[in-house]
């Protein structure tokens, strides 16, 4: 006999992807049951104590340049729940060291107007894929199974990729090297070798919401995306327990579906026997991407900039210029660390003033792409990365707390080997998942389904590898064709 106390789906994993598919099915009627091996719900997207009282951190995701581009956060409506997305005036920047910097302003004109000669060819590469910003969100966050619904803007960026992605072209529209140095940034959230096709449609896609959308913060830290949507789950009847790790099946309570917003290791490592040895073999062969090593400051002041625009951004990517980065990239990727390392920066103070405690202290989250696995300290090399372009930095450093790579796994067992991405960024991954197969989000066992970073439509706080899995559940498992309404209540 079933036990009618038993959820009717189990989600393991309270990631975005996770918490996104438990609230489109708990809000289709269902029993939801998520299970969370951390303490706190989140994943990726956490805010944590900080290592100075009064200061917060976000533990990985600290910008959020889809919260209001993907269609799942559009339904969900993260600003009617009381989530205030912070826009700064400056997207992104990327100082160079000759002392000045490329900026990409919110304003797509004025990013035009800074950028001089080669201001054409950025409006040229980015006004028509602005123009059509759903568009471009809609084909990228698909599950890549569906025919286009926008298939002009699908058609250009798909150019603009080949152009960016490609040796042989990335450097043929640019005549100087301040526009190519500010796509390049953005390209290296990748953290994959450069130039490559994977890395131009990020670069295309987060270039183009920094104008469209812009690269929000949210007020207090990624935290209140996450408890919005715990808030929403509750209230339609879901349950999270913490605390619980699910390493076998023996971890898993009875249920008719299960979601995994996990790596594939541990898709395979818990299904076991049950899943065809042609999907598990896929599945732990899965190829994890390069590492990136975390160092939280807590600082004085502002950074300070040796060009002064730069401290309007929200995020600054540090390498220099397009060949400095293109270098490092591919050290990381042979598996050296590089003299100048890729390094993202999130400075939350800049936009939102919360953020500021004690006597003006205030948070700096820094990234460094560093070799798969690494156990390095970079808190040393972060700095002095730092200090290139903005010298002084160090007399306004109060403290700071380092991750290695091979440590970040502790806080999110999808970061193998710190790898943030839950998987290496190439066509394959981005487009069929994990293996060869029809449906990306499959996993070879019925009612069990992938839905994490390591299926498309990839990494990112998007929420749309989970709503496209709780559809796929819904429609196959429990016969419901139409999907719920994810506005709030009342």
């Known amino acids: 006999m079933s036990d009618p106390s038993a959820p009717d789906v189990v989600v393991v994993g309270s990631g975005p992807n996770g918490l996104a598919a438990a609230v489109t099915l708990a809000r289709s009627g269902l029993a939801v049951q998520v299970l969370e091996a951390q303490p706190t719900v989140g994943g990726g997207a956490r805010t944590v104590p900080g290592i100075v009282h009064g200061v917060v951190h976000d533990q990985c995701s600290a910008v959020h340049p889809m919260a209001l581009a993907s269609p799942f956060f559009r339904r969900f409506d993260l600003p009617a729940r009381g989530v205030e997305l912070l826009h700064p005036e400056v997207s992104y920047a990327q100082p160079l060291v000759d002392g000045a910097s490329a900026i990409a302003y919110r304003s797509l004109d004025r990013t035009v ?32 199974r569906s025919v286009p619904r926008d298939l002009v803007a699908a058609v250009r960026f798909g150019l603009g990729v080949l152009e960016q992605g490609l040796g042989a072209t990335w450097d043929r529209r640019f005549r100087e090297h301040r526009a190519p140095a500010l796509l390049t940034g953005v390209a290296s959230h990748a953290i994959t070798p450069l130039p490559s096709l994977p890395a131009a449609g990020t670069a295309l896609l987060l270039g183009v919401l920094g104008h469209a959308t812009g690269w929000c913060i949210p007020r207090g830290g990624t935290q209140t995306i996450t408890d919005a949507l715990v808030a929403d789950l509750v209230v339609h009847g879901g349950v ?14 009875p249920a008719h579906a299960y979601v995994f917003d996990t790596t594939p290791g541990t898709v395979a490592d818990v299904l076991g026997d049950r899943m065809p040895a042609r999907f598990a073999r896929g599945f732990r062969r899965f190829r994890h991407g390069n590492g990136a090593a975390k160092v939280d400051y807590v600082l004085s002041g502002p950074v300070p900039w040796a060009y002064p625009e730069v401290g309007l951004a929200g995020t600054v990517h540090l390498g220099g210029s397009r060949p400095e980065m293109a270098r490092a990239e591919h050290a990381v990727a042979r598996g050296r660390h590089a003299e100048h390392p890729t390094v993202l920066l999130s400075d939350p103070a800049v936009v939102d003033p919360g953020r500021t405690g004690p006597g003006g202290i205030r948070p700096l989250w820094a990234y460094a792409h560093v070799p798969a696995g690494s156990e390095r300290d970079m808190t040393e090399a972060v700095t002095a990365e730092i200090e290139r372009f903005a010298p002084g930095f160090r007399d306004v450093v109060v403290a700071a707390h380092a991750v290695p790579a091979a440590r970040m796994a ?16 190439t066509l394959r991954r981005m487009l069929v998942g994990p293996r060869w197969q029809l449906d990306p989000f499959a996993t070879g066992v019925d009612g069990a389904y992938l839905c994490s970073s390591s299926a498309p439509p990839g990494p990112g706080v998007h929420g749309m590898g989970g709503w496209h899995v709780a559809r796929r559940v819904l429609r196959d498992r429990f016969g419901i064709t139409v999907p719920p309404d994810l506005r709030p209540v009342g």
């Open 113 to 144: 107007e800074h950028l001089g000669v080669d201001g054409p060819a950025w409006r040229a590469l980015m006004e028509p894929l602005v123009e059509r910003a759903d568009g471009v969100v809609g084909f990228v966050l698909g599950d890549h």
């Open 240 to 253: 999270v327990t913490t605390d619980h790790p699910v390493r076998s099946a023996a971890d898993l309570p």
């Open 410 to 425: 502790l806080h999110n067992a999808n970061y193998v080997g710190g790898d943030i991405a839950s998987g290496a960024i």
